[in-house]
């Protein structure tokens, strides 16, 4: 037998109870040799509140999902399966289907350190905003594009009475 990643399907919000379930039951049911290690991708992610404030969290990459190293045999699968919490493995006809190495590379790179850091905002095109810091403060505009992975707003901003796009950060801006 190999050892293989799995993708389990579990009730969204439950992933962290099912991790601490299933290490329990591993741990009872005496299975350290076939289940070695449990992950629930997660990636940081920077939100910008109200005001330019800056907050950093983590967040699931697939919500409802974790991914689980084991050596896959009647044992192991119903001690996995039966978990409360867990809803079932990924892979066709009841059958588990592994991940491949590039399927976890994959998953894996987009939570690492090295990952570029997501930026969530609340801003929009097509919303007014304030601009609060840099060369152009005080400018009022609306947003045309917001590139969240870039942590930027593209903002229209009427300077010499024409409009003139500007590309700034995020905690360069504010909604009116």
């Given amino acids: ?15 962290n109870k099912v ?6 039951r591993i741990e009872t049911m005496g299975l350290e040799n076939n289940v070695f290690s449990i992950e629930i991708p ?13 907050k950093e969290s983590e967040k699931k990459v697939f919500p409802g999902y974790v ?15 039966n978990t409360p919490g867990v809803t079932g493995f990924v892979g066709a006809d009841s059958k ?6 590039d ?26 905003v304030k601009v609060v810091s840099g060369p152009l403060a005080e400018f009022d505009g609306v947003v045309s594009e917001v590139m969240p992975d870039a942590g930027k707003v593209k903002v229209m901003v009427s300077i010499f ?3 003139t796009p500007v590309e700034l950060s995020f905690d360069q801006v504010s909604c009116i």
């Fill in 1 to 15: 037998m190999s050892k293989k990643w799995y993708v389990l399907h579990t009730y969204s919000g439950y992933e």
């Fill in 19 to 24: 991790k601490t379930n299933l290490e329990t």
């Fill in 42 to 54: 997660t990636e940081t992610v920077t939100e910008i509140k109200e005001g330019g404030r800056r």
């Fill in 67 to 81: 991914l689980v190293r084991m050596e896959l045999d009647d044992r192991s699968w119903a001690a996995v399966r």
């Fill in 96 to 101: 588990p289907a592994p991940l491949t190495r």
């Fill in 103 to 128: 399927e976890y590379n994959k998953i894996m790179r987009r939570t690492s350190h090295e990952a570029p850091k997501k930026t969530s905002t609340n801003l929009e095109a097509g919303q007014a």
């Fill in 161 to 163: 009475g024409r409009e």
